[in-house]
């Protein structure tokens, strides 16, 4: 925090000046960069098309939706269901997974550099493709299904559970795993004796961390025909059914609200 | 000294000479009846899952070919024609659309983030703000590009929408937590200058938060950028749309191409994240 000399004597800046020229030139990129992407969106002729019937597109769809068609929820409680076990089974399927990778990952217990890059390179594709896409590929080999959203659940989450996990392996203390070490104990031992008990409350974190983010992924995988109440969605929106939709609506507000209460207060317990 | 004369015979029963790893649940039969819980709940997920093993099996050599048919990855669609042109168009189009929601939310966030925290808005704007929040969390990016795609039209004004409204469910309940668990003193220091409530945000709450939300929003634009690849799906614009079309036109090697590139641009989004934030701090 320099002090600048003025004429009227010294005054206190928060920063010096190049460094203040440097933020705001920062800035001045940054808004002419956003600027830009938006001219690039907003250089669509259609969009002004649409505009002026937004309002009247929007009461009209609220019109149609209210009210909710109550007795539909006697056919959702299977597809909830469904929803729910892809999340659940999805994300214990990744969380076994996740563990050899998140140790290949980590610096400190990774075997070789070479080994290091792969599972980074695992982490990273699964990450990136989002579970409905992993799930479009998979309805073509697996057939659409439950099957399908499952698997796709689970290779989105070995990404991000490894990712989690192998930050953790690599935050530990050295010490526990040097007196594991001392008594003779193989690099397998250590892991299982020195580095697993450690890092056994962020992995029971994580599992609850991801499975409230699956529940909210698993709503959606039936739009492209991988089981639970998207397929629901799908139908009813597909045949303009709209207070059906305004209920699955309902449902997944309620599935979403459940899981995260449940996860908030597992996660409680565990910490 | 002579080994003989020393002891070695085990003091048989006061000390134990096997080690057992603590159970991760202490209390014996609470750890029966979660072990037994969670066998029933297998049993049941797996007994109502109504998996078709045999057409899953028959489409185990299909894909195989499937994923052959992914290799290599090229630009040049079943017809011979190069549409490269097409994937950067599509990603720019992503790029941009990820840039535009990542900002309007993050605008949108700071009002809504300031009146859900505890410590500094009333209790009905807190309600009210955290109603905001719980409901754009809810719903995944594609369930509001299907409405916005309603409202909007085709396109990525519809995904950008989406994606906007998607950011202020994560930014704007980050914000608020994170204003929730800002240090008391240095808030009492600067209440104590007389300052009013704008400047007491942004003198005592903002520069506490400031360093952690930008971390966020570089990680909030990697996820729009991922997420914009699936708005695409259902009509919302960006590589998600070519994407879609690659797949039901059978032209996997390109929707390799795009799925490769989507995998490199957020990988070059992490480590520049990493940097950005070492630059801030």
Not at chain 2, 40 to 56: S, V
Request: hydrophobic share 50%; charged share 15%; with cysteine.
């Amino acid at each position: 925090m320099p002090i600048i000399q003025t004429p009227g004597g010294p005054t206190w800046q928060r920063r010096t000046t190049p460094k203040q020229l440097i933020i705001w030139f920062s800035w001045l990129v940054g808004i002419a960069v956003v600027v830009f992407a938006w001219l690039r969106i907003a250089d669509n002729d259609l969009l002004w098309v649409y505009m002026p019937t937004v309002g009247r597109e929007a009461t009209d769809m609220v019109s149609r939706m209210v009210p909710p068609k109550w007795s539909y929820i006697d056919v959702l409680w299977k597809p909830i269901w469904d929803t729910l076990n892809i999340a659940t089974i999805g994300t214990v399927m990744a969380m076994i997974l996740a563990v050899p990778i998140a140790f290949a990952a980590a610096v400190n217990t990774t075997p070789h550099r070479a080994v290091r890059a792969v599972a980074l390179f695992i982490i990273v594709a699964s990450r990136s493709v989002n579970s409905l896409i992993w799930a479009l590929a998979l309805v073509f080999i697996l057939g659409p299904g439950i099957l399908a959203g499952t698997l796709a659940i689970g290779l989105r989450s070995i990404g991000g559970c490894s990712k989690l996990l192998y930050e953790a392996i690599e935050e530990i203390d050295h010490k526990q795993v040097e007196a594991i070490e001392a008594t003779g104990a193989s690099r397998l031992q250590q892991m299982a004796y020195g580095i697993m008990p450690q890092v056994m409350p962020t992995f029971a974190g994580v599992a609850v961390f991801r499975w409230d983010i699956n529940v909210r992924g698993s709503t959606i995988l039936g739009l492209v025909g991988a089981g639970g109440i998207g397929l629901q969605l799908s139908g009813s929106m597909a045949t303009l059914a709209w207070t059906q939709v305004s209920m699955i609506l309902i449902a997944i507000l309620g599935t979403v609200v459940i899981s995260e209460y449940v996860s908030a207060k597992v996660r409680h317990a565990i910490i | 000294m002579s080994g003989s004369s020393f002891d070695t015979s085990k003091p048989s029963g006061s000390f134990p000479d096997t080690w057992k790893k603590p159970p991760f649940i202490k209390n014996k039969t609470l750890r029966w009846l979660v072990y037994l819980a969670v066998i029933l709940y297998f049993a049941a997920a797996f007994g109502t899952m109504d998996i078709n093993w045999t057409r899953a099996y028959e489409g185990l050599p299909r894909g195989a070919e499937f994923i052959a048919s992914f290799f290599p990855p090229t630009m040049i669609d079943s017809n011979g024609v190069d549409v490269s042109g097409t994937i950067v168009e599509g990603i720019l189009e992503s790029i941009w659309m990820a840039i535009v929601a990542t900002v309007a939310g993050i605008i949108l966030s700071v009002p809504i983030g300031l009146g859900a925290s505890r410590n500094l808005a009333p209790t009905p704007v807190y309600l009210f703000c955290r109603g905001i929040i719980a409901s754009s969390r809810t719903f995944p990016e594609v369930i509001l590009a299907i409405f916005a795609v309603k409202l909007f039209g085709f396109g990525s004004f519809a995904g950008l929408v989406a994606l906007s409204i998607g950011t202020i469910g994560f930014f704007a309940k980050l914000l608020a937590e994170d204003i929730e668990i800002t240090a008391k003193s240095p808030n009492e220091a600067i209440e104590s200058t007389g300052a009013g409530w704008f400047q007491w945000v942004n003198y005592a709450i903002q520069p506490q938060v400031l360093p952690r939300m930008i971390g966020l929003s570089v990680y909030r634009l990697d996820i729009n950028f991922r997420e914009s690849a699936v708005v695409g799906i259902v009509g919302g614009g960006g590589i998600g749309a070519t994407l879609k079309t690659s797949f039901e036109r059978y032209d996997f090697s390109i929707s390799a191409t795009i799925l490769l590139s989507i995998i490199i641009i957020v990988m070059m989004l992490e480590y520049s994240s990493g940097y950005l934030r070492k630059w801030v701090q």
